[in-house]
């Protein structure tokens, strides 16, 4: 069974409906290690050592956030900023994340149908995910298309438990 | 006396402290009231341990006022001090005219004595330093307004017991007109003055210029104990000359002790001095104890009682009166004037001195000594009068009952609302925590409640107190107060009786962060760390760091101290019997610290922004393409 690190980052987890039930059922899962970086680094002082531990020992990443300005909140920029060090994610001989499977899990407030050409977001959610894409590329990773939870405002008690399934559902199957 | 004998009665002095101390300590009584009362125990006229040796005994240990007076001189200023100067000249001069004024008034009308009159007057004008000011230090109080008052008159009094001495001597000359003693006051009064000057100008050109490399040398040769010999050697020196030009020793150590105060080695010289300072204070005070002649005192009681009740209560009107005068609030008010309403030390001295110039008889002073001493023993009784019936009466209107108390329910506790205490609650405050505040400075509680802050007065260290603040019923307990041993022993209060709560500690320095560690307070810190590091930041900043860097390297700098503290601990295991004490050494020397800060090395963070091994990658690849 393969071994699953959730990067989760989220500045206002307390204010969190979605995020916090998606990630709070996966606490128990033996597989699966969250990394709470707002609740670990609130300084935003990242332990590179540490993080770059964790991405050695796990095979599938997963990078966890609300979707803010089409993009991930800043602790998780910080994170590729340092983590992902030359020599070690890239480079001739940064070849420690090779192989790994890496994909982001996210929450949108706006509907799906607001992420397309002609909609008020104007382009699809893979396309501003790019970066990550290409990061993991360059990381020599398999990227694989984001989880993605839209309209996250509106959603019901019972829709969240759906998606909370489906996502377990996906980590399982991603894991075997 | 022979070797043995004096070993025994050393053993004895020591045996009555470290029991009675203890004791009275446990029961609420403080040091002070222990030490005399073993002293009473071991005295001549309880358990006969020691005998008319006392006398001899408290000579050697009245040094221990001396050194006390040095180390004050030490912790001030030559600018606060002048700084002072209304409160010691203005206010200390008046409690002792006023005072002096009025026994001597009472003492003509019984006894009839111009001379009588005026000694008598004088000595009782004067408290007690060594009770007040080691009780004010001990409750922490010596910082408060009330604390500081008191602290300028007992300076004004100690300074004034050499003109004292010089009326009392005028006196003697008067009665028997062929005293030598008083001849020489009179003839050499301006050669005194000219002595007295240039004794204090030596002591502070001294002082100044020489002592930096005195104590250099000295410190160089590593050799522990002659430093502490050296201190000492400063201290007996100055005492001993002080006593050849005919001025108070503890006047003239306390002047070198503020000269003292800015040199580098002031620390070092408070920490060898402090212990033989305890120590001979508590010698002091035993003696004290094993002077009182119960004899005399039984014989007399009725006498005795009334001279001590005017002696106390004339004491009392005139330092209240003197605190309305001076603005003091009511509460501090109160503990000036319940603080220095005894007679002090010197009395002894002084009594002594005038009855050997025939200005008392053996009856007379035989009485006032018993007073005096009495007098200084009820001292710690009035402080408690003080803390536990009068300030709770002046707060009563304010003074929330505990039912309402336990209503508030407030997740968090303050104890200790000191400056520091003060920004940690604003803090707190302004993010809509509910807190509870207590504090044992009044002054604190009424202006806070002012700004509508929830604060409680009282001693927070009691269990009770604990109780009623809430304990049961809240999360946190953030233990805010300055002084060392009182955060230590509400630490270990809340840890035994409210293992719930967490506890947020302020700690005093590095030694203290590591044994607050040993005891399983996770959170803690030295209350300097962090404004340290800040003024670093500014510090980079003004280097022309740019912010985000100076910020960066703050981060980085605190985060590696946090590994470094672990370190530290793991270094000083839990097991160790002697963890406090050699965390202690080991703290006290900067040079440790230093190098265990260097093996965690400063640099080697932040790598992933620099971009050395990308260029150099780069530069590689360009050489491996076919050049064309």
């Known amino acids: 069974m393969k071994k699953v690190l959730i990067i989760y980052a989220h500045p206002t987890e307390h204010k969190s409906r979605v995020n916090k039930h998606l990630v709070g059922a996966l606490s128990d899962v033996r597989n699966v290690t969250v990394n709470n970086l707002y609740e670990r680094y609130p300084d935003f002082y990242i332990d590179v050592k540490y993080e770059q531990g964790l991405l050695l020992k796990h095979d599938v990443i997963i990078w966890h956030h609300p979707f803010y300005w089409y993009s991930a909140p800043s602790l998780l920029k910080e994170w590729f900023d340092l983590v992902l060090e030359h020599g070690f994610a890239y480079g001739r001989e940064g070849n420690a994340l090779e192989g790994k499977i890496a994909l982001n899990c996210i929450t949108t407030g706006g509907s799906e149908s607001t992420y397309e050409t002609g909609g008020l977001n104007r382009f699809r959610v893979s396309d501003f995910l790019l970066p990550f894409d290409q990061s993991a590329n360059l990381c020599k990773m398999k990227y694989l298309e984001p989880f993605v939870i839209h309209g996250v405002h509106l959603l019901s008690d019972k829709e969240i438990m759906e998606y909370t399934t489906k996502y377990r559902t996906l980590i399982d199957s991603l894991a075997k | 006396m022979h070797l043995d004998e004096i070993f025994f009665k050393i053993m004895i002095y020591l045996l009555a402290a470290v029991i009675s101390v203890p004791l009275a300590k446990k029961i609420g009584l403080g040091s002070v009231l222990g030490y005399l009362i073993a002293g009473i125990v071991i005295g001549p006229f309880a358990l006969e341990l020691v005998g008319s040796d006392g006398e001899g005994v408290m000579h050697i240990a009245e040094f221990g006022v001396v050194i006390m007076l040095f180390i004050v001189g030490l912790e001030l200023h030559p600018s606060m001090l002048w700084r002072m100067k209304r ?107 000219l002595i007295i000057v240039g004794a204090v100008g030596i002591i502070i050109v001294g002082g100044r210029y020489l002592a930096h490399y005195i104590f250099k040398l000295i410190a160089e040769t590593g050799l522990r104990e002659l430093f502490t010999a050296t201190a000492l050697l400063l201290v007996i020196g100055i005492a001993v000359f002080m006593d050849v030009v005919g001025l108070s020793p503890a006047l003239g150590t306390f002047l070198a002790g503020v000269v003292l105060a800015n040199s580098e080695y002031r620390y070092e010289l408070e920490d060898n001095l402090e212990p033989f300072k305890g120590l001979l204070l508590g010698v002091f005070f035993i003696s004290v104890g094993a002077s009182i002649n119960f004899d005399l005192l039984f014989e007399n009681w009725q006498l005795i009682v009334v001279v001590l009740l005017i002696v106390v209560g004339v004491k009392l009107l005139v330092l209240f009166a003197l605190g309305k005068l001076f603005k003091l609030e009511k509460s501090h008010n109160m503990l000036f004037t319940f603080s220095l309403a005894q007679a002090g030390e010197f009395g002894f001295v002084l009594i002594t001195f005038a009855s050997q110039n ?77 807190v509870t505040i207590i504090d044992n400075n009044p002054h604190n509680v009424d202006y806070l409640k002012k700004f509508g802050y929830k604060v409680y007065y009282g001693d927070i260290t009691r269990k009770d107190m604990l109780e009623s603040a809430g304990a049961a019923k809240a999360k946190t307990l953030i233990v805010a107060m300055s002084e060392r041993h009182q955060v230590d022993k509400l630490v270990e209060l809340a840890q035994k009786h409210f293992s719930h709560l967490k506890l947020i500690v302020r700690a005093e320095d590095i030694a203290h962060e590591l044994a607050l560690q040993n005891k399983g307070v996770e959170a803690h810190r030295q209350s300097i760390f962090d404004s340290a590091i800040q003024l670093g930041v500014n510090a980079l900043s003004s280097l022309g760091y740019s912010k985000y860097q100076s910020f960066r390297s703050a981060l980085t700098f605190k985060h590696l101290d946090k590994r470094f503290m672990k370190n530290l601990q793991q270094r000083y295991s839990k097991d160790d019997p002697h963890f406090l004490m050699e965390t202690r050494k080991f703290s006290e020397h900067l040079e440790n610290i230093l190098l265990m800060q260097q093996k965690h090395p400063y640099q080697e963070m932040d790598c992933a922004w620099d971009t050395d091994s990308l260029i150099e990658e780069a530069r590689e690849n360009e050489e491996v393409k076919p050049k064309k």
């Open chain 2, 358 to 434: 025939d200005i008392y008889d053996d009856y007379t002073a035989g009485i006032l000594l018993i007073v005096v001493a009495l007098s200084m023993l009820i001292t710690p009784v009035l402080f408690i009068i003080n803390e536990h019936i009068i300030q709770p009466r002046i707060h009563e209107t304010k003074y929330t009952k505990v039912e309402v108390w336990e209503d508030n329910g407030h997740p968090v506790i303050i104890a200790g609302f000191g400056r520091f205490g003060q920004v940690l609650g604003r803090f707190l405050v302004a993010n809509g925590i509910k």
């Open chain 2, 87 to 193: 409160l010691i000249f203005g206010l200390g001069g008046m409690q002792i005219g006023f005072t002096a004024l009025i026994f001597a008034l009472i003492t003509a009308f019984f006894w009839l004595n111009t001379a009588q009159a005026i000694t008598t007057g004088l000595v009782l004008a004067l408290s007690s330093t060594a009770i007040v000011l080691q009780t004010l230090s001990e409750k922490g109080m010596l910082q408060t307004r009330g604390g500081r008052h008191s602290f300028s008159v007992l300076l004004m009094q100690d300074i004034s017991v050499v003109p004292i001495f010089a009326i009392i001597a005028l006196l003697a000359s008067q009665i028997v007109t062929d005293t030598p003693i008083g001849d020489d006051e009179v003839v050499n009064g301006w050669q005194q003055l």
